[in-house]
């Protein structure tokens, strides 16, 4: 049976990839990885989530990249293709940020989008 050779559904920036290796590290406990996934939540309906992976579920989506693993939770990967991770350092906050090719919008806050 032939392979498909298809993109990764999500891309990991160097600083993302980082932040998670550094986060896997102080967790203090062994990891598979880190799940993505979304939720209903705020003004424009979708939020991102992560949490530590203790096992790959059965259809977990896995991404392989910069040395860290990061699974997405099947419900999230129509929500997520195409998607860019990144970390970023800023003076007033940091945080993961998502470059979703998907959204059609997003809310004032920054809290949700829509697609």
Not at 38 to 64: H, M, N, P, W
């Amino acid at each position: 049976m032939a392979t498909l050779n298809r993109p990764q559904a999500l891309s990991v920036t160097g600083a993302a990839a980082e932040r998670v290796k550094a986060l896997l590290d102080k967790r203090g406990k062994p990891s598979v990885g880190i799940r993505i996934g979304v939720r209903t939540k705020g003004c424009s309906g979708l939020s991102y989530t992560i949490e530590y992976a203790d096992e790959k579920g059965k259809f977990d989506e896995v991404v392989q990249a910069e040395g860290v693993t990061i699974l997405i939770d099947p419900k999230a990967t129509m929500f997520i293709l195409g998607t860019e991770m990144d970390y970023v350092e800023e003076k007033m906050q940091s945080g993961f940020v998502f470059r979703n090719p998907n959204e059609k919008g997003r809310c004032g806050c920054g809290e949700s989008f829509h697609v």
